[in-house]
């Protein structure tokens, strides 16, 4: 049992009431994996970008945001992944989670009704006090980056 404990609330979108909710396969996954929305089979031709409805919309606090994330096995198996990884799902978006997915495979891939096409991950968001100056903290690494270290 985590620390941390948050009430979210899930609503399906009219019409998908056979839709399965965002489920966890095992008792201790991260991720809720998410089921296509689609009234019919969608075919993805490869290089092909689809945004794939999943039924249900979330209400969450603020301290939260959900993160859209690939399946590793649809993705090393058939090159399915999500475009914009992670997914943003923001606490006050009250639409339909919606999963933007791309086929960088060699095969047209079939997304059926019901099919476990992505995860969604609940993230703790910080509140942050962004302040403009004219002069940062000094550090070691300073402006170095983009593999400075080396390789
Ligand atoms: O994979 C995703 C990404 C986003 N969204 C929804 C929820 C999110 O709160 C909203 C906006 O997403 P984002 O901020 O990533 O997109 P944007 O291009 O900045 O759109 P906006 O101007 O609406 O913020 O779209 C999804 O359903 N699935
Ligand atoms: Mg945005």
Redesign the pocket.
Same mark, same amino acid.
């Given at each position: 049992m985590s620390l941390y404990s948050y009430d979210v609330q899930i609503k399906r979108m009219p019409g998908n009431e056979d839709v399965l909710l965002p489920q966890k396969m095992s008792a201790a996954a991260s991720g809720y994996d998410l089921h296509a929305a689609v009234s019919e089979p969608v075919v993805l031709q490869p290089g092909e970008r689809r945004l794939i409805p999943t039924g249900f919309a979330l209400s969450m606090p603020p301290e939260l945001e959900a993160q #859209?994330r690939p399946r590793s096995g649809l993705a090393f198996k058939h090159g399915i992944t999500?475009l914009?990884s992670p997914?943003? #799902?923001?606490a006050d978006?009250r639409?339909e989670?919606?999963?933007?997915l791309i086929n960088h495979g060699q095969e047209p891939f079939t997304v059926a009704r019901n099919e476990r096409i992505a995860q969604m991950v609940f993230q703790l968001v910080p509140t942050i006090q962004l302040s403009e100056v004219t002069e940062l903290t000094e550090t070691e690494r300073g402006t170095g980056g983009f593999g400075h270290t080396g390789r």
């Open positions: #859209i999500t914009n997914g943003t #799902i923001d978006y639409g989670v919606k999963v933007l």
